[in-house]
């Protein structure tokens, strides 16, 4: 949902004032000017107030799902591997159903030990990849902090051009420049970021990320355990190895002979029913 002209405008002056004496206030002092002045309307005005008492962190979260234009310096390139959490999960599943299907155990038994490896694993990739994408963005903070430090102070530049000067760039080169980013700020790219030093990225991306993978991980376990919930006898271990095909088939589903690498697992869970069978007949 866009947001209306004169709320774009207004919280864009918000966020220059929450980066006072960084670039990125001069980067949204440049984007408000391209609008007229207006009263904002009662949701620019809500907004508004959750950016001042929340700051940006996790307001900026927000603007972004509404499609605020400008945002790219508080995002971060790095992506986590949520198909690698996805199959991991139906792996690992699958070596627990089929564990447990030699075992002989009540399907009671199977059902609990799923919810608490979904649980668990869920919870344990949240934290992982939370932890991750906040080193990354901590790291890409303080390498732009200091490529700012060296640049013209923002109090002190004439405008985004300046500091497109302070940068390298020729005067005439850098009035082009900074209209075309204050114009369509969504096409700056990493590299006019990284030379203006503008990036900060916030830590409510990093825990959205922690917890795509941790949704990814659940839907790994519920692709290959929800069979438990279908039937109690032994074919429920077709259902779970079709799931752990489709998981893998959606990963990797672009990748020619991407089949290939669900046989290792496939015979990994076969000797892990191989074993629950022996275990079995010992005791």
């Not at 390498?143 to 013209?152: I, R």
């Not at 990284?194 to 990814?216: K, N, S, Y």
């Amino acid at each position: 949902m866009p947001l209306a002209i004169a709320d774009t405008r207004h919280l864009h002056l918000l966020l220059a004032d929450a980066a006072s004496g960084t670039p990125r206030q001069l980067w949204h002092l440049e984007i408000a000017a391209q609008f007229p002045p207006g009263p904002p309307s009662t949701l620019g005005k809500v907004l508004g107030w959750l950016v001042a008492a929340c700051g940006t962190n996790y307001s900026i979260l927000l603007l972004h799902w509404l499609q605020l234009a400008g945002l790219a310096p508080y995002r971060q390139d790095y992506r986590s591997p949520y198909a690698h959490h996805a199959k991991q999960a139906a792996q690992l599943t699958l070596y627990l159903l089929t564990t447990l299907q030699g075992l002989n155990t009540l399907n009671a038994s199977r059902e609990l030990c799923l919810i608490l490896l979904g649980l668990m694993g869920g919870v344990w990739a949240v934290w992982r990849e939370s932890s991750v994408a906040n080193q990354h963005a901590t790291a890409l903070r303080n390498a732009h902090t200091a490529t700012a430090a060296e640049l013209t102070p923002s109090e002190s530049a004439l405008g985004l051009a300046g500091l497109l000067v302070a940068a390298g760039r020729d005067y005439i080169d850098a009035q082009q420049e900074a209209h075309t980013l204050a114009t369509a700020p969504n096409t700056v790219t990493s590299k006019q970021l990284a030379e203006l030093g503008m990036q900060a990225p916030v830590t409510a991306f990093a825990h959205q990320q922690g917890l795509l993978c941790g949704l990814c991980y659940l839907a790994g376990v519920l692709a290959v355990g929800w069979s438990c919930w279908l039937t109690a006898a032994h074919w429920q271990l077709l259902v779970a190895l079709f799931g752990m095909l489709l998981v893998h088939f959606v990963a990797d589903g672009h990748q020619r002979h991407w089949w290939r690498a669900t046989l290792r697992p496939i015979a990994i869970s076969l000797a892990c029913f191989a074993a629950g069978w022996g275990l079995s007949r010992l005791y």
